[in-house]
């Protein structure tokens, strides 16, 4: 117990979170880029918030939630994801009277009772973005560019951008007769879930992934077919603007949502090479949950992307860039009597800006420099008897091989020199 975390979480290691930095410096690169600003709210919330936030009916709420009573008795929810919460926050610091759209993005833990496996944790990281308060198909078309912008600056090109539209609560209740008169005769042999699907949120049946599900499905009515013509202009524009900003996408069917706070356009971004967790981006349209968290109406739209999976497709296609843990001088003491030399330079080193080491192990000359070698440090100050004794130190320049004899405020010119160049 003492020395293993809890299932389904992970640590992330020294030898790692270079990747991770590298990942969130992109991630902050392209929101900058595409005018969005960071949003940082709690990794806890009021339960109702995810209730009302999420529905009831999804599976996160039914079966992935970490709830506990705190010490007031209050039911408490480790964040699942971070929509609810922005929405909550939005209100809460009225971010509706600014400049509107309101375009904010987030990078944080998340927290469910999934079933651990590659690519799925109990706590994982989402980059995610919402833009809250315009509601015609370009804002739309904007939020999945970003989606695309950052996974292919990344260098992940075989994406595959799958959208459809859940319609609106105008047009939804029409199709979700049509579902159920589809399925009425076959509710005994769908999944236990589906069955109780079949009254709260049919749509859901759709994408099921139970293959006895799946194969009743096949023929099933078609949301796209019932959408009312604000919908349904709303996809068409959002096609042509994605195809007008060299967007590749399909049209899925079996994307949906179902509840009624979810609307018009739901899209996922895929990649395939990961397998079966292959979704690395699910976003849409909730002009429904502002309304529904306490607020005016106000559309709004956001997507999520799991950074594990990611990190697993860079790791996967070889992406992963060459993390440098490079410093420009180790300070090597040789003896006890030399330590307060060394670490004399070792501070002004570092005051300067010099990206700085030392011995803290009195190991031998041999040992140190092979310390040394493994940063790779540029130089290395050896401080011995002799050196102590004039006051100097001895810079080996680790490329070359050469020795220098010089005094201590000399070499952090030289390397401050050597740094501007
Ligand atoms: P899935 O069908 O894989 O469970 P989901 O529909 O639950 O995905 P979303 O709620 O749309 O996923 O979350 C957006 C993204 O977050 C997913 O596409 C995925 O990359 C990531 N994600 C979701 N759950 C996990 C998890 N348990 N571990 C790691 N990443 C996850
Ligand atoms: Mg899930």
Known sequence: MLTSGPRGTKDILPDSSGYWQYVEKTIREVCQNFAYQEIRTPVFEHTELFLR???????IVEKEMYTFSDRAKRSITLRPENTAAVVRSYLE??????????KLYYI???????????GRYRQFHQFGVEAIGAQGPSIDAEVISLAVALLKKLGLNDLNLLINSVGCPQCRPVYRTKL???????VAHLCSDCQSRYDRNPMRILDCKNETCAEYSQGAPHMLDCLCEECSDHFSGLQKLLTAAGINFAINLRLVRGLDYYTKTAFEIQYSPLGAQ???CGGGRYDGLIAECG??????????????RVLLALEKQELLPQINSTI????????VETQAAAFQLLSKLRHAGIAADMDFMNRSLKAQMKYANKYPAKFVALIGEDELAQQK????????GSQELMDMTALVHMILEGMEK
């Open 53 to 59: 936030g999420i529905g009831d009916t999804t599976d």
């Open 93 to 102: 610091n009225k971010l509706y009277s600014g400049p509107q759209p309101t």
């Open 108 to 118: 944080g833990p998340m927290f469910r009772y999934d079933r651990p496996q590659a």
């Open 180 to 186: 159920q008169d589809f399925f009425r005769d076959n």
């Open 278 to 280: 292959s979704a690395v």
């Open 295 to 308: 607020g005016q109406p106000t559309p709004g739209i956001g997507f999520a992307i799991g950074i594990e």
């Open 328 to 335: 420009d001088v180790f300070v090597a003491p040789l003896g």
């Open 393 to 400: 130190i001895m810079l080996k320049n680790m490329e070359t």
